[in-house]
């Protein structure tokens, strides 16, 4: 049997010491975790909670997160890769057996197929013999993120917005101890986002949320949905502008909730949140370091005792190289429980009220973000700002990646001490996980499986009610509930919502016009104009993303810089299989092809993609690759055909565009 640390709410003290006795409860330890297989990521979780692990936080892979059953074409490569595989009701037995739901906090990090994998979860709760009012956790279910930083969406904005809000009205009905959104700030962030950005845009996620939310539950119960609204933050580098934004989080929510919904009892204004700390400045080169910013940035959602995370999980020190051991991960939960038990953090009420330092810096964050609110607001709120904020993440990242290529912002190991002794920690062939090759085979096998066991009279008469009440406005969740327990698909109810909505491609940030960032570029502007002279019509780079990879933030800066470099770039976005970049590379006349691929999924996707690329008659344009790619796979990928690979280490964008033109230099291939 598992148990777990309930959760608490910060309280304010007056004085200093606290006694014994009012020491405070830790956080919740999580790690973010599930690959391969449901019964593989069950053998995790029991281990991780018999080492100290109070809540757990699952990873969904890519085709449960985007609504695909793990057979569809798109899903090739991706299952299993960047989380568990949950196809049906079997496959979410199996990720639980032997864990009390009634007893767990769980944290499940699904957007656009919350409502199905929340069904889900209450169908195998009801199966236990749990209290299904009693559970405790999260669904994510912040899809407006998705459109601009994360990519796994299903459908357009306004039906989206209608199933978080149909998930949390639900909730409050049938599920009240359970947190029904968590808005999603944490890949904003990873997407570039500025402190002000990541406060505004998230609140004015929040905001769309409950404006449409106020429908859907009665007037006397809404203040408690307030309060039941979570975020989910990062935590950078810059541990004392963090600790300083989580301070403005705090005062900005209880501002809203207050003025605009008129919110009176404190406690649902509470801003409650869980945080993953930075994966975005994990380094390749020198990962050992990756220890110590882990570390620092915990502190910024931990020192702070008016402003301390609910809950927290840690990346593992290695995942810019691959997927972490379960050593891995344990080394990153006695790091939380080190900070919880050894020191004396808890003991002590806030240690920076009254800083007139920490006091400037909040409320210079408050103003940035209440400047982005109003321009948000003006537009009409977050769903129809999107391509705004999209727009806005893309230029902030651009303005990070500048700063390391300048070498304004230090990045140790990166560009400067960047001599140094090899890790031992990196040495040997067990020095990441790599996923199980036969796990794809075996989750088809058990879906086609699962398929000719069930009752299909039930599953087709399920996917009817699904659709009607898709299509008529009524709450999403009693049919998807009915559907889970009879068998229906994770693919079969995305191609339901896919039916009853139709299908979206969101905003990609990139504009066509160069921006006004030229310093550093004429060099290769002058060899992109002098090989576009030579080829007789200006150099045409393709930019691709196969499969469900919805990263796509290097993709953007990649395609970003060529353009701003004089090539003619064409770049649609994400989720492409192979057959439709080889028709864009022949319809475009590409001269060179890249591709980012950050799931795992580089070697089965690029193979197809070349053999393709060869029977169209493409196989002279020359296809750079990017992603999170072992040496050995890099080996791999040349021996198929690929001209270059890049990996996180390789943060010059404009040696990346200098390959470019090399490549495509009709002189240079001659001379080869």
Same mark, same amino acid.
């Given at each position: 049997?598992?148990?777990?640390?309930?959760?608490?709410?910060?309280?304010?003290?007056?004085?200093?010491?606290?006694?014994?006795?009012?020491?405070?409860?830790?956080?919740?330890?999580?790690?973010?975790?599930?690959?391969?297989?449901?019964?593989?990521?069950?053998?995790? %979780?029991?281990?991780?909670? $018999?080492?100290?692990?109070?809540?757990?936080?699952? +990873? /969904?892979? #890519?085709? =449960?997160? *985007?609504?695909?059953?793990?057979?569809?074409?798109?899903?090739?490569?991706?299952?299993?890769?960047?989380?568990?595989?949950?196809?049906?009701?079997?496959?979410?037995?199996?990720?639980?057996?032997?864990?009390?739901?009634?007893?767990?906090?769980?944290?499940?990090?699904?957007?656009?197929?919350?409502?199905?994998?929340?069904?889900?979860?209450?169908?195998?709760?009801?199966?236990?013999?749990?209290?299904?009012?009693?559970?405790?956790?999260?669904?994510?279910?912040?899809?407006?993120?998705?459109?601009?930083?994360?990519?796994?969406?299903?459908?357009?904005?306004?039906?989206?917005?209608?199933?978080?809000?149909?998930?949390?009205?639900?909730?409050?009905?049938?599920?009240?101890?359970?947190?029904?959104?968590?808005?999603?700030? %944490?890949?904003?962030?990873? $997407?570039?986002?500025?402190?002000?950005?990541?406060? +505004? /845009?998230? #609140?004015? =996620?929040? *905001?769309?949320?409950?404006?449409?939310?106020?429908?859907?539950?009665?007037?006397?119960?809404?203040?408690?949905?307030?309060?039941?609204?979570?975020?989910?933050?990062?935590?950078?580098?810059?541990?004392?502008?963090?600790?300083?934004?989580?301070?403005?989080?705090?005062?900005?929510?209880?501002?809203?909730?207050?003025?605009?919904?008129?919110?009176?009892?404190?406690?649902?204004?509470?801003?409650?949140?869980?945080?993953?700390?930075?994966?975005?400045?994990?380094?390749?080169?020198?990962?050992?370091?990756?220890?110590?910013?882990?570390?620092?940035?915990?502190?910024?959602?931990?020192?702070?005792?008016?402003?301390?995370?609910?809950?927290?999980?840690?990346?593992?020190?290695?995942?810019?190289?691959?997927?972490?051991?379960?050593?891995?991960?344990?080394?990153?939960?006695?790091?939380?429980?080190?900070?919880?038990?050894?020191?004396?953090?808890?003991?002590?009420?806030?240690?920076?009220?009254?800083?007139?330092?920490?006091?400037?810096?909040?409320?210079?964050?408050?103003?940035?973000?209440?400047?982005?609110?109003?321009?948000?607001?003006?537009?009409?709120?977050?769903?129809?700002?999107?391509?705004?904020?999209?727009?806005?993440?893309?230029?902030?990242?651009?303005?990070?990646?500048?700063?390391?290529?300048?070498?304004?912002?230090?990045?140790?190991?990166?560009?400067?001490?960047?001599?140094?002794?090899?890790?031992?920690?990196?040495?040997?062939?067990?020095?990441?996980?790599?996923?199980?090759?036969?796990?794809?085979?075996?989750?088809?096998?058990?879906?086609?499986?699962?398929?000719?066991?069930?009752?299909?009279?039930?599953?087709?008469?399920?996917?009817?009610?699904?659709?009607?009440?898709?299509?008529?406005?009524?709450?999403?969740?009693?049919?998807?509930?009915?559907?889970?327990?009879?068998?229906?698909?994770?693919?079969?109810?995305?191609?339901?919502?896919?039916?009853?909505?139709?299908?979206?491609?969101?905003?990609?940030?990139?504009?066509?016009?160069?921006?006004?960032?030229?310093?550093?570029?004429?060099?290769?502007?002058?060899?992109?104009?002098?090989?576009?002279?030579?080829?007789?019509?200006?150099?045409?780079?393709?930019?691709?993303?196969?499969?469900?990879?919805?990263?796509?933030?290097?993709?953007?800066?990649?395609?970003?810089?060529?353009?701003?470099?004089?090539?003619?770039?064409?770049?649609?976005?994400?989720?492409?299989?192979?057959?439709?970049?080889?028709?864009?590379?022949?319809?475009?006349?590409?001269?060179?092809?890249?591709?980012?691929?950050?799931?795992?999924?580089?070697?089965?996707?690029?193979?197809?993609?070349?053999?393709?690329?060869?029977?169209?008659?493409?196989?002279?344009?020359?296809?750079?690759?990017?992603?999170?790619?072992?040496?050995?796979?890099?080996?791999?990928?040349?021996?198929?055909?690929?001209?270059?690979?890049?990996?996180?280490?390789?943060?010059?964008?404009?040696?990346?565009?200098?390959?470019?033109?090399?490549?495509?230099?009709?002189?240079?291939?001659?001379?080869?």
């Amino acid at each position: 049997m598992y148990t777990h640390t309930q959760e608490s709410y910060p309280t304010r003290f007056t004085g200093g010491l606290m006694t014994e006795t009012k020491k405070d409860r830790p956080w919740l330890f999580r790690t973010y975790a599930g690959h391969s297989t449901a019964k593989a990521s069950n053998a995790l %979780y029991k281990g991780n909670l $018999a080492k100290g692990q109070t809540g757990l936080s699952v +990873a /969904f892979d #890519l085709p =449960t997160q *985007t609504g695909y059953d793990s057979d569809h074409e798109l899903s090739r490569g991706e299952v299993g890769k960047v989380g568990v595989p949950v196809a049906h009701l079997g496959d979410m037995r199996t990720l639980f057996s032997e864990i009390p739901l009634d007893q767990m906090n769980t944290s499940m990090t699904i957007n656009a197929t919350a409502p199905w994998l929340l069904s889900l979860y209450i169908a195998v709760a009801e199966e236990q013999g749990a209290d299904v009012s009693a559970l405790q956790g999260t669904v994510q279910n912040d899809i407006i993120k998705e459109y601009l930083s994360r990519g796994t969406y299903i459908c357009p904005p306004q039906p989206s917005l209608r199933m978080i809000t149909d998930v949390a009205a639900y909730t409050r009905e049938h599920l009240p101890k359970w947190n029904p959104m968590n808005v999603c700030s %944490y890949h904003l962030q990873e $997407a570039g986002a500025t402190p002000e950005q990541e406060l +505004a /845009f998230a #609140l004015a =996620t929040a *905001t769309a949320v409950l404006d449409d939310l106020q429908n859907k539950v009665p007037a006397e119960h809404f203040p408690a949905m307030v309060g039941r609204i979570s975020f989910f933050v990062n935590a950078g580098i810059r541990f004392v502008t963090e600790m300083c934004k989580m301070r403005a989080f705090v005062d900005l929510w209880d501002e809203i909730t207050r003025e605009r919904y008129g919110v009176e009892d404190p406690k649902f204004r509470r801003f409650r949140y869980g945080v993953q700390v930075n994966s975005l400045g994990l380094t390749e080169q020198q990962p050992e370091n990756n220890v110590y910013r882990i570390l620092i940035e915990m502190l910024a959602v931990t020192l702070s005792k008016n402003a301390r995370a609910r809950a927290v999980q840690l990346p593992a020190w290695n995942e810019a190289l691959g997927l972490p051991r379960p050593w891995d991960q344990q080394w990153s939960l006695r790091m939380q429980q080190i900070m919880a038990f050894e020191t004396d953090l808890l003991e002590y009420d806030d240690l920076f009220d009254g800083n007139p330092a920490v006091g400037r810096k909040v409320e210079a964050l408050k103003d940035g973000a209440r400047a982005e609110l109003a321009t948000i607001d003006a537009m009409g709120g977050a769903n129809e700002a999107i391509e705004y904020m999209k727009s806005r993440l893309v230029e902030a990242n651009a303005n990070r990646i500048t700063g390391i290529e300048d070498g304004d912002t230090t990045v140790v190991g990166v560009n400067k001490f960047q001599q140094h002794e090899e890790s031992p920690l990196t040495a040997g062939d067990e020095a990441i996980m790599v996923a199980d090759k036969d796990a794809e085979a075996d989750q088809i096998n058990r879906l086609n499986q699962w398929k000719a066991d069930r009752d299909d009279a039930k599953v087709q008469d399920a996917l009817k009610a699904l659709r009607e009440a898709a299509q008529s406005g009524v709450n999403i969740m009693p049919a998807s509930i009915q559907a889970a327990k009879v068998g229906v698909t994770t693919g079969e109810w995305g191609d339901m919502i896919r039916t009853a909505f139709g299908q979206y491609r969101g905003p990609t940030g990139v504009s066509r016009n160069p921006s006004n960032r030229t310093e550093g570029l004429d060099e290769i502007r002058q060899r992109v104009d002098a090989v576009s002279d030579k080829l007789g019509r200006r150099l045409k780079f393709l930019v691709g993303k196969p499969g469900l990879d919805g990263h796509s933030n290097g993709a953007e800066q990649i395609a970003a810089r060529a353009r701003d470099c004089g090539m003619d770039i064409t770049y649609e976005g994400i989720r492409l299989t192979p057959d439709e970049i080889v028709a864009a590379a022949q319809k475009d006349e590409a001269h060179v092809v890249g591709l980012s691929i950050l799931s795992g999924s580089h070697i089965p996707l690029i193979r197809d993609l070349m053999a393709k690329m060869n029977v169209a008659g493409l196989g002279h344009i020359p296809v750079v690759v990017g992603g999170i790619i072992p040496e050995e796979d890099a080996n791999r990928l040349r021996a198929m055909g690929v001209s270059k690979v890049y990996t996180p280490k390789d943060f010059e964008l404009n040696v990346i565009m200098n390959d470019l033109v090399t490549l495509v230099d009709p002189q240079g291939i001659a001379a080869e």
